[in-house]
């Protein structure tokens, strides 16, 4: 589905919006596919989209065809804003544009009810710490219902990671816990303006309305320890957090010989959960 704007060529050309590497700009500009994640991040009826870094607007426009009801973008980059108002002109009343840094902005001010969804193409030198600050979110269940994003293939590699697999780590545990996370599908360096130099994944994380319980502070305590030193067994790369390691290890019912990418979810969780008891 295309709109009657013009190409984002065109926009990028008149707007001067040359794509800066500082700000992780890699544009999107093949409409097929600013519409495969708009789809994938769908139905959007009713939904307000939450997007990160729009640039010129491709996947904004996008997000607006396939009938997303609002679409609050949030970009760092200046001179994409007078490109952006002329999307905002085109769909009166459902594109808000903040100027600003993501990792400093909070949409709930914004919001007016109806489910919430963050779609993006994310800039890889924040997405991590971005996708973190969103499954750390509290109260949970979140805010938004569904992350729809981009990340390098590498990273979405580590997110989805099961145990047992090289890249199993502190990432798998915390996105596993809190959510059901699984790439959709994968996207050629070649379909980037300008190109970078690794494959790119969608990735969709899906909100577990119930996730086991435990402190969220203490897990990424555990995990760090674990992982930072994932080729020792666990009793050693836990002396790190304190407590003798053997007797968390034995509350949680984890061999003390095991190591951090041999543990699923829940034996982090048994571990966290075994940290916030009293010691003895
Ligand atoms: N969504 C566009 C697309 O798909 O063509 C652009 C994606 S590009 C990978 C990342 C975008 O994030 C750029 O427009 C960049 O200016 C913006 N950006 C980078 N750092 C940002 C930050 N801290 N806060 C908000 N936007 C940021």
Redesign the pocket.
Known sequence: MSDDLPP?RDVIRRHGIA??KS???????DLNL?GRIARAAGPLDGVTVV??????????RALLTEGARRVIA????RR?IAALEEIAAHYPGRLTIVA????E?DPRPLLDGGPVRIV???????ATALLVAWLTAEPWPPWYDRLVL?FQREVAERIVAPPGSKTYGRLSVLAGWRTQAKILFDVHPSN?VPPPKVTSSVVEFVPRARPLPCNRALLERVSEAAFGQRRKMLRQSLKALGPDPLALLASAGIEPTARAEQIPVEGFVALAQALSAPHP
């Not at 600003?100 to 990792?103: F, R, S, T, Y």
């Open positions: 984002l794509a800066k700000l992780g700009q890699n544009f999107l500009l600013t997007e990160i870094g729009p640039g010129p607007g491709g996947l904004t949030v970009e760092r980059d994409a600003g840094d993501a990792l902005f993006a193409n994310l800039p890889y030198n924040i981009m980037f």
